[in-house]
């Protein structure tokens, strides 16, 4: 079986198309789990080209497949969703939706989906292995994730890739790295009961604001006393509610934050060690506090041998020179962790700063990734499967 790449003289033919049609998506974002206009708009793009398509899969996901029934399948998968922030970049086609905006990339993953799938259909499918794209809803609020392998999207898959803009590195550069890229991710929530009364006389009450105070601070000096500070934890808290008016001690303090960990054996066991020590701070103080610990996605781990597959088709299309090693993972989460649990895969960075200037940081309403990156991220992904594929067929030969 000889794959041949015809991604050079496909892609450009239609890039400008996609540039357009993430224009498009851009300036129409929808928030997780409302990505109904998005989907349709994918799932027509699909289908016009010759995929099979199945909508609805994770609530407001799309599965596409393509090429020959039999045999190992690859997978990619991109996500849909916007963040509800407001956009300042003064584009012309920027969000038309107030308060919503895609300034994580994923409008611009989309397209690579939709790019990837196109130079596939022109393609003989019966001289392909089986692939699937997973264009995915919820991804900002780490669910999606979780609802389309409920609904059996990554059955059947050998390998998954995935790809994340990375406003770091300039456009025409992709970042990689082996074993973890980013962290696992919890929620934390702690209600502190005290006992109310007049601000005047805070000696005859428990003051929960002053104990939640206290809870704040001592979680972070607990952290670097009593763990390992060769395993990074961060507890960071980004919510606080409480008090009725500026005279009265409250009685209840309602604190909500994030806790990111890159090991996954001490992740394990940090809700029980933020319980008990967030309980010993709020009694030795005469107040109780109830905690509940929510993951939200395990870490990325990216398996060595795709990883490595990614880094030689990257090289050999944009250079040695524009391929990068990441040497530190993120603390930043992302639940493509969900498909990895049962499938091997790999998450490469996507560059998107300009050549000459500065890109905003993701989540940032000034954010605005270089569309030139789109081509790279095609070509890449591209070139990755269609190496994945004579891998495959190697393997089968010589078994035989």
């Known amino acids: 079986m000889t794959f041949i790449n015809r991604s050079e003289i496909s892609l450009k033919s239609f890039l400008p198309e996609l540039i357009e049609l993430r224009r498009h998506l851009h300036s129409h974002p929808e928030l997780s789990g409302a990505e109904h206009q998005t989907a349709a708009l994918v799932a027509g793009e699909l289908r016009k080209c010759g995929w099979t398509v199945r909508e609805s899969i994770g609530r407001t996901g799309v599965v596409a497949e393509f090429g020959n029934k039999k045999g190992p399948m690859v997978g990619l998968r991109v996500d849909m969703d916007a963040l509800p922030i407001e956009e300042k970049t003064?584009?012309?086609?920027?969000?038309?939706?107030?308060?919503?905006?895609?300034?994580?990339?994923?409008?611009?993953?989309?397209?690579?989906?939709?790019?990837?799938?196109?130079?596939?259909?022109?393609?003989?499918?019966?001289?392909?292995?089986?692939?699937?794209?997973?264009?995915?809803?919820?991804?900002?609020i780490a669910s999606g994730a979780k609802w389309m392998k409920k609904d059996g999207a990554i059955k059947g898959l050998d390998a998954l890739f995935g790809v994340h803009v990375y406003p770091e590195l300039p456009s025409g550069h992709?970042?990689?790295?082996?074993?973890?890229?980013?962290?696992?991710?919890g929620k934390l929530e702690i209600e502190v009961i005290g006992d109310?009364?007049?601000?005047?006389?805070?000696?005859?009450?428990v003051d929960s604001i002053w104990i939640a105070a206290k809870i704040i601070s001592e979680i972070q000096e607990s952290i670097s006393r009593q763990l390992d500070a060769l395993l990074p934890v961060v507890v960071s808290f980004?919510?606080?509610?409480?008090?009725?008016?500026?005279?009265?001690?409250?009685?209840?303090?309602?604190?909500?934050?994030?806790?990111?960990?890159?090991?996954?054996?001490?992740n394990s066991v940090?809700?029980?060690?933020?319980?008990?020590?967030?309980?010993?701070?709020?009694?030795?103080?005469?107040?109780?506090?109830?905690?509940?610990?929510?993951p939200i996605a395990p870490p990325v781990f990216n398996d060595s041998y795709l990883t490595g597959l990614v880094q030689e088709c990257a090289e050999n299309l944009l250079g040695k020179e524009n391929v990068t090693q990441l040497d530190?993972?993120?603390?930043?989460?992302?639940?493509?962790a969900e498909f990895l649990e049962d499938v091997p895969g790999t998450m490469f960075r996507l560059g998107v700063a300009?050549?000459?200037?500065?890109?905003?940081?993701?989540?940032?309403?000034?954010?605005?990734?270089?569309?030139?990156?789109?081509?790279?991220?095609?070509?890449?992904?591209?070139?990755?499967?269609?190496?994945?594929?004579?891998?495959?067929?190697?393997?089968?030969?010589?078994?035989?």
């Open 90 to 140: 003064g584009l012309p086609y920027s969000s038309l939706t107030k308060g919503v905006m895609h300034a994580c990339g994923h409008d611009l993953h989309t397209c690579i989906g939709i790019g990837v799938a196109r130079l596939f259909a022109a393609q003989d499918p019966n001289q392909l292995n089986r692939i699937r794209i997973l264009f995915q809803p919820a991804e900002e």
């Open 196 to 205: 109310g009364g007049h601000g005047a006389r805070p000696h005859q009450t």
């Open 238 to 266: 980004g919510k606080i509610e409480g008090g009725k008016a500026f005279n009265i001690i409250s009685d209840r303090v309602r604190l909500l934050g994030t806790v990111r960990c890159l090991d996954t054996k001490l």
């Open 328 to 336: 530190m993972p993120s603390l930043g989460a992302e639940d493509f």
């Open 354 to 400: 300009p050549q000459n200037g500065n890109c905003a940081p993701l989540h940032n309403g000034f954010f605005a990734p270089d569309e030139r990156s789109l081509e790279v991220g095609i070509n890449v992904i591209f070139s990755t499967f269609l190496a994945w594929m004579e891998n495959q067929e190697i393997t089968k030969q010589s078994k035989n």
């Open 174 to 185: 992709v970042g990689i790295r082996s074993g973890i890229l980013t962290s696992a991710a």
């Open 270 to 294: 940090l809700p029980n060690w933020l319980e008990s020590r967030v309980k010993s701070i709020a009694s030795s103080l005469g107040a109780e506090a109830l905690v509940t610990y929510t």
